[in-house]
């Protein structure tokens, strides 16, 4: 069964003291706390989808202090799959760009066929 306590004291213990403002985790901020999708893991594991739509946790959802449901999925598919729930690397959305392209990269690629383990003097 889900222990609401257990919620309440997580979320008492996000609360702590404010240094900065920092956006929210849903708004490209820190990822959620490794307790805190921890703890919502075990609540969907224990009691289904039901404890994450139950009138608590819509009222902390409210509140900015819970994961919406579709990251609760998202979290409970990654510890099927993976076996953990640990956050993913930020890559900031940015395109790579190439620094050689067309011809140059052309011969670049013929001779790394050719030549695969040339040195930079060579």
């Known amino acids: ?7 309440e004291a997580i979320v008492e213990k996000m609360r702590g003291v404010k240094i900065k403002d920092r956006p929210h985790a849903s708004r490209g901020g820190r990822a959620y706390p ?3 999708r921890e703890m919502v893991i075990e609540m969907m594991l224990s009691g289904g989808i039901a404890t994450v739509k139950s009138q608590v946790v819509k009222q902390l959802r409210a509140q900015k202090k819970f994961p919406v449901l ?3 999925r998202r979290w409970l598919r990654q510890h099927l799959m993976r076996g953990h729930v640990l956050p993913k690397r930020k890559t900031g959305n940015k395109v790579a760009t190439r620094e050689i392209t067309g011809e140059a990269l052309v011969q670049l690629a013929l001779y790394r ?10």
Not at 1 to 7: F, G, H, P, S
């Open 1 to 7: 069964m889900v222990d609401y306590d257990m919620i």
């Open 34 to 36: 490794k307790e805190v």
């Open 70 to 72: 579709q990251t609760c």
């Open 113 to 122: 066929v050719v030549r695969p383990h040339a040195r930079l003097y060579e």
